[in-house]
């Protein structure tokens, strides 16, 4: 295992991505990590960048005893001049920022952390920079910009980057990575994903040991079915699923998730069916942030509800919540943020962990979004499901602006089932990030054969994006928009009018409300 120790940089997450994909296990922890206190010995250490600068008071140092670890060490930005600074201090302000390419001269052709590394592109973001070169260490490195773009102590195995290697900007930044943990730190390349299942299983057997069951909420959506599915083979039945059919659903879901869960993955699902109970809370409400709250109010009380039915073989009360919580929640909860650093704590499921004493378990904790697809096709969780769109937990309430009603609903739902089975037939499902129809409170008028009708509108929106912080629309062709709002008008009753979303987020959300 390689130790990441992060400084705030926006890009700390990558270098334990990246290690990962030659299959070197890299866990990260905030810089202000005591060494004395780690339960186990890293292979080597990477110390990221950050915002800040070495030289003010308050900034963030490394515990000194890191380098009496005795393993390779490499810093990337401020981690080079958190190197240079405990090694003679010669860290000031460059006179020029360095942002975007520059391009690396290696000097030091022997140099083990650049082997097979030649002039290529580097992704320089640094203000300060080293004016002299650690005791101790000689260049390795330069760019036109940064004459110690790379140093070196051989000796004693301590490297120094200026530019960052986990972009994919800087071209052989990979390569430099490989470099530093296989090659000088000698990490173990096992990290698989058929080895974390197993690995998985045996770390969730023995935490819950022979007799203890375990609970969880299912959505349909990929992680909470990728989550159950591993407890199905951890512990079998003792871990209960529970779906929660809340009215708002897509078309047909309840159905499907019942087949594909039971039938298809072998997994303990209750299905309840509260449709009644949510709409019934829904009436008369307009204002999505109350439909937000009755419907995150109303799942936790029908979740703990129907979890008190159940009963344990064993006769022992449930002790554990499943949480499908992702590698990105984690690091945002425990990435470094500054000297007043403030843990946020994971969002849980509605907030079932408030109302309900139970230990969490979480078994896609160290994975991005798509290592759990890849987990969950190894699984046997079918292709389709794997790569669903997500969802909001509130469901088409959010998607029928104003009151929802059964019949506002069964409108939206319509809607979307022919624009997203139209989007399946024209192979583009997988291109778009997240597509859907919304249903909008304005009536329109149509002419219908010799009648003029007054019926409402729909919009259309699919977006592309990387992590739904930003995103565009989707290109779609005329003749794809033309067939999709032809369908929309002619099969579902109270539609006049179809429209197509060509925002982008910002300043535009991708849900509407
Ligand atoms: P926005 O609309 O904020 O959407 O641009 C970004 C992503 O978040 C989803 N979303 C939600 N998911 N509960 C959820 O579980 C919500 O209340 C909610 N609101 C938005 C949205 O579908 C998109 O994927």
């Known amino acids: 295992t390689i130790l990441v120790l992060d400084f705030g940089s926006q890009y700390s997450h990558l270098i334990t991505r990246r290690l990962r994909e030659f299959n070197v296990y890299a866990e990260m922890l905030p810089c202000t990590q005591k060494i004395a206190d780690l339960t186990w010995k890293p292979k080597g250490v990477i110390l990221s960048g950050g915002p800040y600068s070495v030289y003010e008071d308050g900034s963030p ?16 930005c401020y981690g080079m001049q958190e190197i240079a600074w405990i090694n003679g201090k010669g860290v000031a302000r460059g006179d020029k920022r360095e942002y975007g390419p520059a391009t690396l001269n290696v000097k030091d052709k022997l140099c083990a952390l650049f082997a097979d590394v030649d002039h290529s592109q580097v992704w320089m973001s640094h203000g300060d920079k080293l004016h002299a070169l650690p005791t101790g260490f000689n260049i390795v490195a330069t760019s036109d910009n940064s004459p ?73 959506g990929v992680d909470s079915t990728v989550g159950a599915k591993i407890m199905k083979e951890a512990i079998g039945d003792r871990f209960h699923a529970i779906y929660v059919d809340n009215g708002v659903m897509r078309k047909n879901e309840t159905e499907e998730v019942y087949k594909t869960l039971t039938e298809g993955l072998g997994i303990n699902l209750t299905v309840v069916d509260a449709s009644d109970l949510f709409l019934g809370r829904l009436k008369g409400i307009t ?34 919540l499943l949480q499908g919580t992702l590698y990105p929640d984690v690091i945002e909860s425990i990435s470094f943020k500054g000297p007043s650093q403030t ?42 499901l794997v790569w669903r769109h997500p969802f909001p937990g509130p469901g088409l309430a ?22 997203i089975a139209e989007i399946k037939a024209a192979g583009l499902y997988k291109q778009i990030s997240q597509a859907f129809a919304a249903l909008l409170p304005v009536k329109s ?36 928009l033309k067939r999709v709002a032809s369908r929309i008008v002619n099969e579902v009753d109270g539609v006049a009018r179809v429209t197509y979303d060509i925002t982008s987020k910002p300043p535009a959300t991708v849900e509407w409300e």
């Open 398 to 419: 959010i998607r029928v602006l104003g009151e929802v009603t059964p019949a506002q609903v069964k409108i939206a739902r319509e809607a979307d089932a022919i624009f």
């Open 287 to 320: 204002d999505p942030e109350k439909k937000r709250k009755i419907i995150g109010n109303t799942f936790i009380h029908v979740f703990e509800e129907e979890a008190a039915k159940i009963k344990p073989a064993h006769g022992q009360e449930i002790e554990y």
């Open 148 to 220: 110690y773009a790379a140093v070196a102590n051989e000796d004693e195995s301590i490297y120094g980057i200026q530019f960052h290697p986990e972009v994919t900007h800087t071209t052989q930044g990979r390569t430099i990575l490989k470099n530093f943990a296989v090659n000088i730190c000698k990490a173990s390349t096992n990290w698989t994903m058929e080895n974390f299942i197993d690995t998985e299983i045996a770390r969730i057997q023995k935490l819950v040991g022979p007799t203890a069951e375990v609970i969880g909420a299912v959505s349909g």
């Open 445 to 480: 008028v149509g002419v219908m054969g010799d009648q003029r009708t007054y019926e409402q509108v729909i919009a259309l929106r699919a977006i592309e994006t990387v992590d739904f912080m930003t995103a565009d629309w989707f290109v779609f062709e005329a003749a794809f």
């Open 343 to 384: 843990i946020k704590t994971h969002h849980n499921v509605g907030g079932l962990l408030d109302v309900m004493k139970l230990k969490l378990i979480e078994p896609l904790r160290e994975l991005f979004k798509d290592e759990v697809r890849h987990l969950g096709e190894l699984l046997g969780v079918p292709h389709d």
């Open 61 to 76: 140092h490394v515990d000194h005893d890191v380098f009496k670890l005795n393993v390779p060490i490499l810093g990337i």
